[in-house]
């Protein structure tokens, strides 16, 4: 490609919401422009990437055995309201209305429509198991669209349905899509752990995420120092806490404790003089349903942190928020002197399972500016009880009794065990093998393929732009023709680059000064320049690798082997 008739419209600056290396650079290389909130096009150099990266998905889908096939983006509302999940999804799945008043929605996943389409056809375990893939768009109105191509609100996602007649033979896909996954991130040259993961709104039981380890991650990952257990934090388990300080031992009583509402939790150890192990903090949310909202208090020890998403889970809302000081309070709720004995009949809350047969403990006596002493938990329902607390580096791990650490990390795929869950709702059947009916299992399988653009950045740049990889750049080498006025480097220029295959080459034959053409190189990050300068009088071009910007004198002569085999 000749830069000259190259659209890749490069920028100093970046707009100031772009705080991310991939996000800058991205857009300043010309590389995708913003269209939106949440929304981008990919520019010419954008969509060579994209491609790249697709086809190594595709490949790797096609060997796994998979089908590749392409829904439509726009769904009906009826087909969502058959699995239950148009009022289950809350605010990320836009709905519409068409002239007729008929409702849509934009897919942001494909389950209903690919239940859809094979139900009444695949009828008996015969024609199973099957794997239909694809490579397309979703929607997802995102809280907060951010970080340009890594959280977007239309991105293009792999995604990968499979459908068995056994739990065995959708646990043998899935440990084929851990396979294949593994062998699509190995490459793109990326570096990855495979985690435990929460199912969210997708739902199901035993899924997997693929986390590439970067510092600018949203999710974090908790690793085992011991083992190879990894999980996402949302999912993360420890060994139960324990302490070697000593416990409060006290009968049970109620004490006068004047302490400000806030930070209480604190106070109130300092005030007994005991280690926050020993007292009970409540942490009060307002949970988000389709039809109602309900206060709810997640309690927790004082030294833990309340994690959202297993809190959301414990309850099952579509969404926690903060409560307000005045909704805790009509709630039934007494602000800093919460505790799980002795609460108002018929508020709603969750207790850590942690904290399960635990005594000498200390906890609001739901009474203004008193708390309780010498308290056991013992006579609490048991469906009461769920894993509430977040693990922190330092903690045990479950599997090993090795310390757990926390690390930052990019979902770039997911694996999930959907069960019959989405069959039997909508009534997706085949006869088994006993002729009897009953409802397929099935697995998904997704992967980010836009938000791997970026992630390829994330790993990958330097205070002067983007530093891809041979498998994934746009070309591989750059030729610039440091002067265009001078006949010389022209043509050596153009011959060069004709003997070569120009798929993988640039050839800068723009008309712009030298420095201007090497900040590009640099900004946009192809793996090699090749610069015809004035060393070309005497016989020398200069090789340039875009990692490390070190330079080498090649004699002209040399060169087009030098680089046949650089881009072999
Ligand atoms: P996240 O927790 O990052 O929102 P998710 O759990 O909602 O992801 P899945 O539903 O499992 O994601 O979707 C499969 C893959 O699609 C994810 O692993 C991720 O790589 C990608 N993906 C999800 N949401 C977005 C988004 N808003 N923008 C770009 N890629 C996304
Ligand atoms: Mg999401």
Redesign the pocket.
């Known amino acids: 490609m000749r830069f000259s008739k190259l659209y890749a419209p490069t920028t100093k600056d970046a707009p100031k919401d772009a705080t991310l290396p991939s996000h800058k650079f991205l857009l300043r290389g010309g590389f995708v422009t913003q269209s939106g909130s949440g929304l981008y096009s990919f520019l010419p150099m954008g969509k060579i990437v994209l491609d790249k990266i697709r086809d190594i998905v595709k490949e790797e889908m096609d060997n796994s055995g998979a089908n590749e096939i392409q829904m439509g983006v726009v769904t009906t509302a009826d087909l969502w309201k058959q699995s239950g999940r148009y009022d289950a999804f809350g605010k990320e799945l836009l709905r519409f209305k068409d002239r007729k008043n008929n409702e849509f929605v934009l897919g942001p996943?494909h389950e209903e429509v690919v239940v859809d389409m094979v139900r009444n056809i695949i009828t008996s375990y015969k024609q199973l198991p099957l794997h239909l893939y694809q490579i397309t768009t979703k929607f997802?109105d995102?809280a907060r669209?951010r970080f340009g191509?890594?959280?977007?609100?239309e991105?293009i996602?792999k995604d990968g349905y499979s459908f068995h007649d056994s739990q065995e033979s959708l646990k043998e896909e899935f440990d084929r899509m851990e396979e294949t996954y593994r062998k699509i991130f190995t490459r793109l040259g990326l570096d990855f752990r495979i985690v435990e993961a929460d199912s969210?709104a997708?739902g199901g039981s035993g899924s997997k995420?693929f986390m590439v380890l970067a510092d600018n991650g949203?999710?974090d990952i908790v690793v085992c120092d011991g083992c190879d257990y990894a999980a996402n934090i949302e999912a993360a388990r420890r060994a139960k806490r324990t302490t070697v300080v000593e416990p409060p031992e006290a009968d049970f009583a109620k004490f006068y404790t004047p302490t400000p509402v806030k930070d209480s939790i604190n106070h109130i150890a300092e005030f007994f003089k005991v280690d926050k192990f020993y007292t009970i903090k409540s942490v009060i949310k307002k949970a988000i349903y389709k039809d109602e909202e309900k206060i709810i208090s997640f309690f927790v020890r004082g030294c833990d942190t309340l994690q959202e998403t297993k809190a959301q889970n414990a309850c099952g809302a579509l969404e926690l928020v903060d409560a307000s000081e005045e909704e805790v309070k009509k709630a039934g709720f007494n602000p800093g002197f919460c505790g799980p004995i002795g609460l108002p009949e018929g508020v709603e809350f969750y207790i850590d399972e942690e904290l399960k047969e635990e005594k000498n403990l200390i906890c609001g006596a739901n009474e203004e500016n008193y708390h309780f002493v010498g308290v056991s938990m013992f006579n609490l329902k048991d469906s009461r009880y769920k894993d509430l607390v977040q693990v922190n580096a330092g903690d045990i791990c479950p599997k090993c009794g090795g310390k757990l650490g926390v690390t930052k990390g990019i979902?770039?795929?997911?694996i999930f065990q959907l069960g019959q869950k989405y069959a039997s709702a909508m009534g997706a059947k085949f006869l088994d093998k006993n002729g009897k009916t009953q409802p397929f299992y099935m697995g998904c399988y997704?992967?980010?393929v836009?938000?791997l653009v970026a992630v390829m950045i994330e790993v990958s740049y330097d205070e002067k732009g983007c530093i891809w990889n041979k498998q994934t750049a746009p070309y591989l080498l750059d030729i610039i023709i440091s002067n265009t006025k001078d006949d010389e480097q022209n043509s050596f220029a153009n011959e060069l680059y004709e003997k070569l295959d120009t798929k993988k080459v640039l050839l800068d034959d723009r008309k712009e000064r030298f420095g201007f053409k090497m900040g590009d190189f640099e900004l946009i990050g192809f793996p090699y320049a090749l610069i015809i300068g004035k060393g070309l009088k005497d016989g020398e071009v200069e090789l340039v690798d875009r990692k490390t910007l070190a330079k080498k004198k090649i004699k002209k002569d040399e060169i087009l082997e030098v680089l046949k085999d650089l881009l072999s």
């Open positions: 996943t997802r995102e669209p191509l890594l959280r977007g609100r991105f996602m969210g997708i995420e949203e999710d979902e770039v795929g997911h997704g992967i980010g836009s938000r």
